[in-house]
C-alpha cells in the first residue's frame, strides 16, 4: 500500500508558477511510476504529466508542454510537478498518482493505470 499526499497548490495570477509535490509513504517509491492529474468542475479527469520510475521517461499532456516540468526524488520518496506561465486553463484539482512500474522505464497515462491516489491539491488561475 501507498498513501500519497500532494501539497502546493493555491490561489496565483495567469503567468505566475506553482511547485506541486507528491510526498508517498508505504513502499518504496522508487519501485512505482508517478503521474499528474487534473480536474476541472464538471469535466473528467485528464492527464497532465507522467514520469517513470527512475526519472529516465517523462510524458506531457500538450496542453502543458513547455510549461510544466515533471520530477521526482526518490531518496525523498516525493515527486513534483513544476507549472510555470500558468493560465485560468489550468485552474482544477490536481491529484499525484502511483503504479507499480514492473517494466521500469514506462510511462502512463491514463486514470485507470494507477493504483494510488492522493486527495489533491487545488489550484487556481485568475486572469
Not at 500532494?6 to 513502499?27: I, K
Not at 499532456?61 to 510549461?67: A, E, I, L
Amino acid at each position: 500500500q501507498v498513501h500519497i499526499v500532494e501539497s502546493g497548490g493555491g490561489l496565483v495570477q495567469a503567468g505566475d508558477s506553482l511547485r506541486l509535490s507528491c510526498a508517498a509513504s508505504g513502499r518504496t517509491f522508487s519501485n512505482y511510476a508517478m503521474g499528474w492529474f487534473r480536474q476541472a468542475p464538471g469535466k473528467e479527469r485528464e492527464f497532465v504529466a507522467a514520469i517513470s520510475w527512475s526519472g529516465s521517461a517523462r510524458t506531457y499532456d500538450d496542453s502543458v508542454k513547455g510549461r510544466f516540468t515533471v520530477s521526482r526524488d526518490n531518496a525523498k520518496n516525493t515527486g513534483y510537478l513544476q507549472m510555470n506561465s500558468l493560465k485560468p486553463e489550468d485552474t482544477a484539482v490536481y491529484y499525484c498518482a502511483a503504479r507499480t512500474d514492473i517494466y521500469g522505464g514506462s510511462t502512463y497515462a491514463r486514470p485507470r493505470d494507477y493504483e494510488y491516489w492522493g486527495q489533491g491539491t487545488q489550484v487556481t488561475v485568475s486572469s
